[in-house]
């Protein structure tokens, strides 16, 4: 119980002084001296209430001040407006501005954003080098198939050799697919992060009409400049 008590006033303190560190410490004419600095969210140019807080606890508005410069750790203020009743008086204190925070959308910073491209090209490799392995395998495979001596055992190995094959086209599909959708990933994502007046489009699609067929083409643009 003790403890809590020990910790309720020590809040109450820490709350007293956060208020009480915005008061007005001297005034000369229009100008006041504000016990505050630079850290308290406040700039030149902004627009503060004056307040004073009454017998019974309430906090009264009785004057507005424009924060006209900081110096030395104190900010200077000038009187815009005061209360006909009350006069703005030394330990009165402001009303700081309230920060708004507003929602971002997550954001990723060096080369974190460009992860997926690493990642789709890196695997791709790794795909394209076991088809190469199993492409290596069909050969030596159909080589033993030519020099086998039975019936028996060269069409075990020309089912051997087909399954190489079959394993090396697709892994040289995969990976082939896998590079591929890294480097666009890769232009599009660098695309989005540059002045689209400036970059080129990474990626384009165009129709094309040769020799009587109809297809379409695709333009990658490899070599961009760098940003200005």
Known sequence: MRV?????????????VS???????????????????????????????????????????IGKL???????????GKIIS????????????IGLPKIVKTKTSPTYSGDNKYLLSYLSIGTGIVACGLGYYFYDQADQSYEDHIAASTQ?????????TTSFDTKSNFSFG???????????NYLITHHNNASPAYYEKPVSIYPIHQNGCVGMGVHLCLNRPDKP
Do not use: W
């Not at 809590?4 to 007293?16: A, F, G, M």
């Not at 001297?26 to 969210?41: A, C, P």
């Not at 995969?174 to 666009?184: R, S, T």
């Open 4 to 16: 809590l008590k020990c910790s309720l006033l020590l809040l109450v303190l820490v709350l007293s």
């Open 19 to 61: 208020v009480y560190s915005q008061e007005i410490t001297r005034i000369v004419k229009t100008h006041v001296l504000i016990d505050t600095d630079e850290t308290s969210g406040l700039k030149p140019g902004n627009k503060v209430s004056v307040l004073r807080k009454t017998p019974t606890g309430e906090e009264k508005k």
């Open 66 to 76: 424009e924060i006209i410069m900081f110096k030395e750790g104190k900010c200077v």
């Open 82 to 93: 005061e209360n006909p009743r009350y006069k703005i008086g030394v330990g009165d204190y």
């Open 152 to 160: 028996d055992e060269r069409m075990r190995l020309f089912d051997k």
């Open 174 to 184: 995969i990976g082939g697919a896998l590079i591929a959708f890294g480097v666009i």
